[in-house]
């Protein structure tokens, strides 16, 4: 059933028998004398100790073995017991069916964004046709474009991918159809969408997947924000990979919005025989994602339980809510008139169109830069980077809250001057431009 989606090098690519090796001896009884792999002796390794302070929580606290396997090789597949705690976190949260689940792996990776890139390693070639949103995270495009990709480009709006733009996209190709031209995949980043904020409803998901059944596409659930969403909870739709039948749904989770983007860690739940590829990826490229990364944060689920995770994505969830109101707020005052926006219902991202400009580049990279507000030009979430874009990103998660006030009154007045500057070059044609003839 999977062939289809996995290029020639991915095909090609064998099991690494050290790798291999050391899956056995993480699962070996004591009295395994390891002969087999290169592991340095942890005896030289001059970490001893090793103290972890958490919020309304006991402290972690690493030291002799606990220490010594935190800072060893580990399986490419991640950490057992980590695994462990996340094949059940997958169960409760997205209820796959039996079937699908049956047929389900995970793989930890260091950050979702490496599972993805490995994922489009096991699928791209030159050329390859993609299907992604008119607006998408730019480190996806980082990763596609070198492909030199076909973009065929679905349309969204306030609440997300239209599945009628999809459904007209995919009318060139006939369902079952086998040829090279055809994409393998449709990309989406369906909750708390970066940079757009949008969360995908439940009916559109639906008629999406079933699209996807139909023209035989896998489906990357690129899904970083899905614990970071400010609806009430009765109202949020479920994840692709719950709705998912057929065992299509490559679903990419990450803990850095949630724990730490320092740890370097995400997970990707999906079919066997595609788990398979990017772990074999993996083990020509990392090996494994961190070592002592993966038993903290073991350690951290271990003490907490799901109870204690969910209690503290719930406390996530509110200060991100807040700070989107506050920064809400500061752009109800300040930009009435002069920019298009919806509220976004999850992520850490306002997304906003300027319709009295036709790009906002300059503008921000460098009239923006010179007043000290620093903003994302919608023009580098463009699959076409050619193309002018009269859109920006502001994100609310970092900058301090009595910022916000004065960032919009810069932004305001920002584009009051390049509003002016584009009526004048449209009038005149760029005077004074030193074309350096």
């Known amino acids: 059933m999977y062939s289809r989606f996995i290029n020639g090098v991915s095909a090609g690519r064998q099991p690494s028998l050290i790798r291999e090796m050391t899956k056995i001896l993480a699962a070996a009884p004591p009295e395994m004398i390891p002969l087999s792999g290169g592991f340095p002796n942890p005896e030289m390794f001059p970490f001893k100790n090793l103290t972890l302070s958490v919020e309304n ?27 462990k705690q996340l094949k059940d976190l997958q169960l409760e949260v997205h209820k796959p069916g039996e079937a699908v689940w049956n047929n389900t792996d995970i793989v930890v990776t260091s950050g979702s964004q490496d599972g993805l890139c490995k994922a489009f390693e096991m699928m791209m070639d030159k050329g390859s046709s993609v299907l992604v949103e008119d607006f998408v ?20 709006d306030d609440k997300g991918m239209k599945p009628e733009s999809l459904k007209k996209v995919l009318a ?58 400010f609806e009430e909870k009765s109202l949020r739709p479920p994840s692709f990979f719950s709705l998912d039948t057929e065992g299509r749904v490559i679903r990419f989770d990450s803990f850095s919005k949630i724990l730490s983007s320092g740890i370097r860690l995400g997970f990707v739940t999906g079919p066997k025989p595609l ?9 020509v490229s990392v090996l494994h994602a961190s070592s002592l990364s993966q038993v903290i944060t073991t350690n951290l689920l271990e003490q907490w339980g799901q109870e204690g995770f969910f209690n503290h994505i719930d406390n996530v969830e509110n200060f991100y809510k807040n700070r989107r109101d506050k920064m809400l ?24 169109k300027i319709p009295g400009l036709t790009s906002t580049w300059d503008m921000i990279m460098e009239r923006g830069l010179k007043k000290n507000i620093m903003l994302m030009p919608g023009k580098a979430f463009q699959p076409d980077m050619d193309k002018p874009c009269s859109y920006l990103r502001a994100a609310f998660s970092i900058a301090p809250e ?5 960032a919009m009154e810069r932004l305001a007045e920002l584009i009051k001057e390049e509003i002016e500057i584009e009526t004048i070059k449209k009038k005149y044609g760029d005077v004074g431009h030193d074309t350096g003839h």
């Open 137 to 156: 995270y730019s480190g996806t495009l980082s990763i596609i474009n070198p492909y030199e990709p076909k973009y065929h480009i679905i349309e969204s």
């Open 329 to 352: 707020e500061a752009a109800d005052k300040n930009l009435k008139g002069l920019c298009e926006y919806s509220v976004p219902l999850g992520g850490m991202f306002l997304w906003m």
């Open 275 to 283: 788990i398979e590829r990017i772990v074999l990826h993996m083990q």
């Open 57 to 83: 929580g006991s402290p972690i606290n690493l030291s002799g073995k606990s220490l010594q396997s935190a800072l060893q090789y580990l399986p490419t597949n991640g950490h057992p017991a980590l695994l």
């Open 402 to 406: 009595d910022k916000f006030e004065p």
């Open 172 to 229: 060139q190709w006939t369902p079952g159809e086998e040829s090279k031209h055809i994409p393998k995949f449709l990309y989406i980043n369906p909750t708390g969408a970066n940079p757009t904020g949008t969360v995908l409803p439940l009916d559109r998901r639906r008629e999406i997947y079933q699209l996807c059944c139909e023209y035989n596409l896998l489906l990357l659930e690129d899904d970083p924000y899905y614990y970071l969403q």
